[in-house]
């Protein structure tokens, strides 16, 4: 099958509600990452040294060899940075990533971590790249990235975000079973679900936006101002839309600067200053979004057979299977799973067809209060459009008047007249047929597609999200 495996969809225009605790209108959670003594160096075994998130301007890697500088600037995180950060924030609920040989490495911020409540996910066993990882090493570096952090943290991790991942990185971290939640992606405002085969995974997505990482990037944040103005920026457009969360993302060696510090210190006032504020880990919110949104399954169209997918949406174009079997053929994918969706697939083949099979599938529709409906001869969905309008409790002089009206209309166009009648009443209807028995053919073929398209949206609007 031609499958598009992203999620291009999400929760659509209406997400979910979130039902905070509290009637809080936000949930604001802030990380703290903990890679201090888990980068890449080749004390820890790695071929060169670290390149990645630091003060030195376009700071490159060193094969073979100690980068002095490098290595005293993620120090500086772990010796001063740390502890700034853990004075602001200990009244806090924090989610470390914590890196499990830096978290090995560093004893005494692993106490302090546990000391103030902080709940400490596991950012993988080192601070590296996977883009390129064997998917064999990922998953062994996973299993051993569980297996050290219980070790010297006292419990598992409820929580995964690897950063520098790879496109099996969540797939293989649903496959442990292990999480409460997954972090590694940056699609939504909300925790979703993500289901491999029979595995169900919780997503509580993080950002790469409100994160201080943007000190250390091309076109980022210059000064502490910059980073207060932004995630003031986005606290109060969140905070103004209502059940969504606010992620901020922080880094030891970075925001743990004095000069950057104060910006942070700045918006947890501020953002305190509000009512209705759910500062929460993000396990937390992983629980509450689990008991209060929990994964639905449900018979996915871009997963089916092709047999099971026009079995059940063969009748959505009337009596016009084969819509449906050249449907199964496109490119199909999470955005296809819904009614508007799959109405596109469908109304994509029905559009491209040509003009005597379009004209196959007008044919193909029963007069409106006509003889097939008068012998209970209709097709289920066409049964209850029809009774909706009240097509089904004509008088004798109503129904006299569909007949007369739908036997000028074929004479004129040679298609029987074609009303989504959801949209209508019995006497919009009549209106409707007033109008449009003045078009010409062409005009009127037009008209007849677009509401044999629109009669399908309703039908799909019964079956599907």
């Given at each position: 099958?031609?499958?598009?495996?992203?999620?291009?969809?999400?929760?659509?225009?209406?997400?979910?509600?979130?039902?905070?605790?509290?009637?809080?209108?936000?949930?604001?959670?802030?990380?703290?990452?903990?890679?201090?003594g888990g980068e890449n160096n080749v004390l820890h075994g790695d071929a060169a040294s670290e390149a990645f998130l630091s003060e030195?301007?376009?700071?490159?890697?060193?094969?073979?060899?100690?980068?002095?500088?490098?290595?005293?600037?993620?120090?500086?995180?772990?010796?001063?940075?740390?502890?700034?950060?853990?004075?602001?924030?200990?009244?806090?609920?924090?989610?470390?990533?914590?890196?499990?040989?830096?978290?090995?490495?560093?004893?005494?911020?692993?106490?302090?971590?546990?000391?103030?409540?902080?709940?400490?996910?596991?950012?993988?066993?080192?601070?590296?790249?996977?883009?390129?990882?064997?998917?064999?090493?990922?998953?062994?570096?996973?299993?051993?990235?569980?297996?050290?952090?219980?070790?010297?943290?006292?419990?598992?991790?409820?929580?995964?975000?690897?950063?520098?991942?790879?496109?099996?990185?969540?797939?293989?971290?649903?496959?442990?079973?292990?999480?409460?939640?997954?972090?590694?992606?940056?699609?939504?405002?909300?925790?979703?679900?993500?289901?491999?085969?029979?595995?169900?995974?919780?997503?509580?997505?993080?950002?790469?936006?409100?994160?201080?990482?943007?000190?250390?990037?091309?076109?980022?944040?210059?000064?502490?101002?910059?980073?207060?103005?932004?995630?003031?920026?986005?606290?109060?457009?969140?905070?103004?839309?209502?059940?969504?969360?606010?992620?901020?993302?922080?880094?030891?060696?970075?925001?743990?600067?004095?000069?950057?510090?104060?910006?942070?210190?700045?918006?947890?006032?501020?953002?305190?200053?509000?009512?209705?504020?759910?500062?929460?880990?993000?396990?937390?919110?992983?629980?509450?979004?689990?008991?209060?949104?929990?994964?639905?399954?449900?018979?996915?169209?871009?997963?089916?057979?092709?047999?099971?997918?026009?079995?059940?949406?063969?009748?959505?174009?009337?009596?016009?299977?084969?819509?449906?079997?050249?449907?199964?053929?496109?490119?199909?994918?999470?955005?296809?799973?819904?009614?508007?969706?799959?109405?596109?697939?469908?109304?994509?083949?029905?559009?491209?067809?040509?003009?005597?099979?379009?004209?196959?599938?007008?044919?193909?529709?029963?007069?409106?209060?006509?003889?097939?409906?008068?012998?209970?001869?209709?097709?289920?969905?066409?049964?209850?459009?029809?009774?909706?309008?009240?097509?089904?409790?004509?008088?004798?002089?109503?129904?006299?008047?569909?007949?007369?009206?739908?036997?000028q209309y074929m004479e004129k166009f040679g298609f029987p007249f074609i009303i989504a009648v959801r949209d209508h009443t019995k006497?919009?209807?009549?209106?409707?047929?007033?109008?449009?028995?003045?078009?010409?053919?062409?005009?009127?073929?037009?008209?007849?597609?677009?509401?044999?398209?629109?009669?399908?949206?309703?039908?799909?609007?019964?079956?599907?999200?």
């Amino acid at each position: 099958m031609n499958r598009y495996p992203r999620d291009m969809y999400g929760y659509g225009a209406v997400p979910p509600a979130a039902q905070w605790p509290q009637d809080a209108k936000i949930a604001v959670q802030i990380v703290l990452n903990y890679e201090e003594g888990g980068e890449n160096n080749v004390l820890h075994g790695d071929a060169a040294s670290e390149a990645f998130l630091s003060e030195i301007v376009g700071a490159a890697a060193w094969p073979g060899q100690r980068h002095w500088n490098m290595e005293s600037i993620y120090e500086y995180g772990a010796r001063a940075g740390f502890w700034r950060l853990h004075r602001l924030l200990s009244d806090l609920p924090v989610t470390v990533y914590g890196v499990a040989t830096a978290l090995a490495r560093n004893p005494a911020q692993v106490h302090a971590m546990k000391s103030a409540g902080w709940e400490i996910a596991s950012h993988g066993l080192k601070w590296v790249e996977y883009k390129d990882a064997p998917e064999d090493q990922e998953r062994a570096d996973m299993l051993e990235a569980i297996r050290l952090h219980t070790e010297v943290v006292g419990e598992p991790p409820r929580g995964w975000y690897t950063g520098r991942c790879s496109e099996n990185t969540v797939r293989l971290a649903a496959e442990t079973g292990q999480f409460a939640y997954v972090a590694d992606t940056y699609a939504d405002d909300l925790p979703y679900w993500i289901e491999f085969g029979r595995d169900e995974q919780l997503i509580v997505p993080y950002t790469l936006d409100a994160n201080d990482m943007r000190f250390a990037t091309p076109q980022g944040f210059n000064s502490g101002t910059q980073f207060f103005d932004y995630l003031k920026a986005s606290f109060d457009a969140l905070y103004r839309e209502g059940g969504r969360m606010m992620s901020i993302g922080l880094h030891c060696r970075l925001i743990g600067r004095p000069g950057r510090a104060e910006a942070l210190r700045e918006f947890i006032e501020y953002a305190q200053s509000h009512d209705g504020v759910w500062f929460a880990t993000r396990e937390q919110i992983a629980e509450h979004w689990a008991k209060t949104n929990p994964n639905v399954r449900f018979e996915r169209p871009s997963q089916m057979a092709q047999a099971r997918f026009v079995e059940l949406y063969g009748s959505i174009f009337e009596h016009s299977p084969w819509i449906a079997e050249r449907a199964h053929a496109l490119e199909l994918g999470a955005a296809h799973d819904t009614a508007v969706g799959l109405h596109n697939a469908l109304a994509r083949v029905f559009r491209s067809a040509t003009e005597e099979e379009r004209l196959g599938v007008l044919l193909a529709h029963p007069d409106l209060a006509g003889k097939l409906a008068a012998a209970k001869r209709l097709t289920a969905e066409s049964t209850a459009e029809q009774a909706g309008a009240g097509l089904d409790a004509l008088t004798d002089d109503e129904r006299a008047g569909f007949v007369a009206m739908n036997t000028q209309y074929m004479e004129k166009f040679g298609f029987p007249f074609i009303i989504a009648v959801r949209d209508h009443t019995k006497a919009s209807i009549m209106a409707a047929f007033a109008q449009r028995i003045a078009h010409d053919r062409p005009t009127e073929f037009t008209n007849a597609c677009k509401q044999v398209e629109r009669i399908a949206e309703f039908r799909l609007m019964d079956l599907l999200p």
